[in-house]
């Protein structure tokens, strides 16, 4: 399959290429916005007409009997593993945005027979592991999260791929934030070795008083792109860290658009960026304040950290805001590593590598500083130094 074969077709021809019925709202939705190409706003600056002009084989996506274990397993798109007495399992999908910014949100949803929906009970934590072991693949899932009211859990999420290459992940989750609830979703990404590259579409809506707290750490190389759409009802609260380190030739980010729906809601959004080789980073996020979101805070800051003359930082943090009775405020910098203080450290012995990964270890640390749990710190930690020491490794 090329998904690029699928421009210019009408619903019909396409439920016929693609083998589904009864979802012609989201056929239609699909033509309506089209393949996303360079020209495509939230895609200007990812090479997504590479990644859909290949050739791919397809899967079955055939659910299998769940072994019991620790955390919650996909592999290539099908649940393998999870804990005693969670509720998850399968079903046709009821509840999609039609009004998401993404036309990939919707491609995933048609390509997948069915959501993974995972139901939280209580106060848990969980990890959960996609991993991915299929070459020349196009792998389409989607994951419905529920969670219930007056709870506080989290989810912890991390990839794992074999020696593959030339393989298209299109995943999401469609989250659901109970109200006077709390759900934290830290995800971790070490990417390397051009094995697969990634569009992760995701929407989450936040009731009344819920809170989203939502971690994203992005590591390593290669193709990834972020897609992030969030609607806060009344006194609703997200919390978005992004961290971004990159090396050789990759693109890779986050585009994300905050609504505030709800009077008194409240968003915060900060991305931290530490880029080298010819590396392109992406921070591409808009918060748009609507009518009926009075007494609204929203506050939203890029960073970014530019370790070569040849990488590329995009940053466009934006405010939409139809209201006055606000508070808000956004902000973008772009720079490089302090000499003096290079020199400051080289003067005491320390090596210039050594120095260096210092330096951006302390940039990186308030947002790794964030994960409440030590032992994911820790992991988060050692994988940021385990992609800048290979970066240095092959950059020098």
């Known amino acids: 399959m090329k998904p690029n074969r699928l421009k210019g077709k009408s619903t019909q021809e396409l439920a016929a290429l693609l083998h589904v ?21 939230e895609y200007r600056y990812f090479d997504i007409e590479k990644l859909l002009d290949a050739d791919y084989r397809t899967l079955d996506y055939i659910p299998k009997p769940l072994q019991e274990g620790k955390k919650i397993e996909i ?23 039609m009004d998401h910014f993404d036309p990939l949100y919707y491609l995933g949803h048609i390509l997948s027979p069915n959501v993974i929906k995972i139901e939280i009970d209580g106060d848990a934590e ?3 592991v996609h991993h991915f072991t299929q070459s020349n693949t196009l792998i389409a899932y989607r994951i419905v999260v529920l969670n219930q009211s007056n709870r506080h859990a989290t989810l912890y999420e991390r990839f ?60 390593g190389g290669d193709l990834g792109l972020q897609m992030l759409k969030v609607n806060l009802e009344s006194y609703a609260h997200v919390e978005a860290g992004h961290l971004l380190y990159l090396n050789h030739a990759s693109r890779r980010g986050t585009v994300s658009k905050i ?49 070569h003359e040849d990488a590329y930082m995009v940053s466009k943090p934006q405010l939409e805001i139809y209201i006055d009775e606000l508070e808000a405020s956004h902000g973008s910098t772009t720079g490089q590593l302090d000499e003096k203080q290079l020199f400051y450290l080289r003067s005491r012995g320390i090596s210039y590598v050594e120095a260096r990964k210092m330096l951006v270890i302390a940039f990186a640390n308030t947002l790794i500083e964030t994960v409440k749990d030590s032992r994911h710190q820790e992991q988060i930690s050692a ?14």
């Open 75 to 97: 592999v290539d798109g099908v649940v393998t593993t999870a804990p005693k007495g969670l509720r998850i399992y399968y079903e046709q999908c009821d509840a999609m945005d």
């Open 160 to 219: 794992e791929e074999d020696n593959i290459a030339n393989t298209l992940v299109l995943y999401g989750y469609d989250m659901h934030i109970a109200q006077d609830s709390t759900l934290r979703v830290v995800k971790t990404q070490h990417m390397q070795k051009q094995r697969y590259a990634m569009v992760a579409s995701h929407r989450i809506n936040v009731s009344q008083r819920a809170n989203a707290l939502l971690k994203s750490f992005d590591l």
């Open 259 to 307: 609504i505030h729906q709800g009077e008194h809601s409240t968003s915060q959004q900060e991305a931290k960026n530490i880029l080298d080789g010819n590396a392109r980073g992406i921070f591409d996020a808009l918060i748009k304040v609507e009518h009926s979101a009075k007494y609204t805070k929203a506050h939203q800051n890029s960073k970014a950290i530019l370790l």
């Open 21 to 41: 019925k009864g979802r012609d709202q989201l056929l239609e939705k699909f033509v309506s916005l089209g393949l996303p190409d360079k020209k495509s706003e």
């Open 383 to 396: 994988l940021f130094e385990e992609a800048f020491y290979s970066a240095h490794k092959e950059l020098s």
């Open 126 to 128: 969980l990890e959960l």
